[in-house]
């Protein structure tokens, strides 16, 4: 079965920076397009971007281009993201999720990461 | 990008029937038929409740219906039970690749 598996949460100091991992097993690593999706606390869940596990290729929602780079591990099947300049706006719980090949909804959910940003 | 608009809070009694609407503009909702409704209940991640406008993943129960109508799409549940009870967020491809989130509807069973 496809299980994403998050890293553990993060306390950060305002200008720093983090990087979250989403370890994916149960399917070809290859295959499924991974998003990163945010929730700030009491807040809607927020679309970051998306990568490409075969290629490599990124887009990047415009709000954090910039700051937010995706990145993949096709050793470990593991992706990364990773958010720059964070200030405590980014305090959010950070979620990876796959797609099925070829479908447009988010089927395959990670856990969360909760992202601290304090002075 | 700007959020899909959603009201705030819908409530129902138990057996009712409640409906979500969900606003976008036609480039997002209005522009393909991949519209798709989240549910997430306190500490959770979001689950799958509709995908494709209108399509229910196995293990979803009949009683969730989805629909679209130009640029608003609309979850439907009928006769609420008191699980329903949870945050709903609609969700639509954007083209290139990007999503646009609803800012989220709270559902209340009275």
């Known amino acids: 079965q496809v299980q994403l598996v998050q890293s553990g949460a993060e306390v950060k100091k305002p200008g720093a920076s983090v990087k979250v991992s989403c370890k994916a097993s149960?399917?070809?690593?290859?295959?499924?397009?991974m998003h990163w999706v945010r929730q700030a606390p009491g807040q809607g869940l927020e679309w970051m971007g998306v990568?490409?596990?075969?290629?490599?290729?990124?887009t990047y929602e415009q709000k954090f281009q910039g700051r937010i780079t995706m990145t993949r591990d096709t050793s470990t099947s593991t992706v990364y993201m990773e958010l720059s300049s964070l200030r405590s706006e980014d305090t959010a719980v950070y979620y990876c999720?796959?797609?099925?090949?070829?479908?447009?909804?988010?089927?395959?959910w990670g856990q969360g990461t909760l992202v601290t940003v304090s002075s | 990008q700007s959020a899909l608009t959603q009201p705030r809070s819908v409530s129902g009694s138990p057996g009712q029937s409640v409906t979500i609407s969900c606003t976008g503009t036609?480039?997002?909702?209005?522009?393909?038929?991949?519209v798709s409704w989240y549910q997430q209940h306190p500490g959770k991640a979001p689950r799958l409740m509709i995908y494709?406008?209108?399509k229910r993943p196995s293990g979803v129960p009949d009683r969730f219906s989805g629909s679209k109508s130009g640029n608003t799409a609309s979850l439907t549940i009928s006769g609420l039970q008191a699980e329903d009870e949870a945050d709903y967020y609609c969700?639509?491809?954007?083209?290139?690749?990007?999503?646009?989130f609803g800012g989220g509807t709270k559902v209340t069973v009275l």
């Open positions: 999720a796959a797609l099925t090949p070829g479908q447009y909804y988010f089927d395959y």
């Open positions: 149960g399917y070809t690593f290859t295959s499924y397009y």
């Open positions: 990568i490409n596990p075969s290629g490599d290729g990124t």
């Open positions: 036609s480039s997002d909702v209005g522009g393909y038929n991949y």
């Open positions: 494709d406008v209108s």
């Open positions: 969700c639509s491809y954007a083209g290139s690749y990007r999503r646009v």
